[in-house]
């Protein structure tokens, strides 16, 4: 079943040289990334609601790793805020050391897989880089996000390098 999916799927080249040959759904999705993984992480409540309006509806679902700190679904403007508080002091402690690559993009109609490889550079505390694809499955409907589901390759072994790191918050012990 794969198989035949990814057959009918197109491939499109990223990147500023290839916006000519975006189809509308996967600029949505391109220019969300470019905006989220810019300033869209580090934007005060305020701008983050007024700029995802270009992007996502108040209905818009976010499906995140379960697992991780900033983990679980979210819903509109509300979730991305919260997403944004959880996800915003891990993202700061290793800011230096992500690489994010040029994203690869997957269409067949309305849907639009992301792809990237995030890189956390080697440290004292892990020597070896740690390196792990992500993809993101976009569904689109009347020109916005509709929902998106993220997959990320090893979640237990980014988790690792995020405690290694000291980039996990501590849990709080119930009394």
């Not at 057959?7 to 290839?18: D, F, T, W």
């Not at 956390?120 to 929902?147: C, H, L, R």
Request: hydrophobic letters at 40%.
């Amino acid at each position: 079943m794969a198989t035949a999916t990814l057959a009918i799927c197109v491939l499109l080249p990223a990147g500023s040289n290839a916006a000519d040959t975006m189809t509308p759904e996967v600029k949505l999705v391109d220019d969300y990334n470019t905006w989220y993984l810019g300033d869209g992480q580090s934007a005060d409540e305020t701008t983050l609601r007024s700029e995802l309006k270009k992007y996502i509806t108040s209905k818009t679902v976010l499906h995140e790793v379960a697992s991780l700190p900033w983990g679980g679904t979210m819903v509109g403007f509300d979730g991305w805020v919260r997403l944004g508080h959880k996800s915003a002091p891990i993202v700061h402690k290793i800011g230096d050391l992500l690489e994010i690559s040029s994203p690869k993009y997957y269409q067949n109609g309305n849907v639009v897989i992301h792809e990237i490889t995030l890189t956390i550079k080697g440290t004292k505390e892990a020597p070896e880089p740690f390196v792990m694809g992500v993809m993101e499955k976009y569904t689109v409907e009347n020109g916005k996000i509709a929902q998106i589901d993220e997959f990320f390759a090893d979640t237990a072994s980014f988790l690792h390098r995020l405690a290694v790191l000291g980039a996990l918050p501590h849990k709080k012990k119930h009394d």
